[in-house]
């Protein structure tokens, strides 16, 4: 049976509520699931060329990277950690 792109990405959001991982951390999840379903969910319906598929995705991860290594650290730091 094939799932659909939200099906998916609505199973992981469902598993992560039960991380154990801190509140900051689980919201960044939830909000970078919701861009990457507009995502996937726009390039299917645009027709767009394979390179502009390919530099939308890198900025969607670029951006999720850089939010996802400054929560870690911001943790780091609130837990008394070495930055």
């Not at 299917?44 to 929560?71: F, H, N, P, V």
């Amino acid at each position: 049976m094939r799932h659909s792109t939200h099906d998916i990405l609505q199973r992981i959001e469902q598993e992560v509520e039960f991380l154990s991982a801190p509140q900051v951390l689980r919201e960044s999840i939830a909000r970078h699931q919701q861009c990457l379903l507009s995502l996937a969910e726009s390039l299917l319906c645009a027709g767009m060329e394979q390179a502009d598929i390919d530099a939308r995705i890198t900025q969607m991860l670029d951006t999720y990277k850089a939010e996802l290594l400054r929560t870690i650290h911001e943790l780091r730091l609130s837990d008394g950690g070495a930055p």
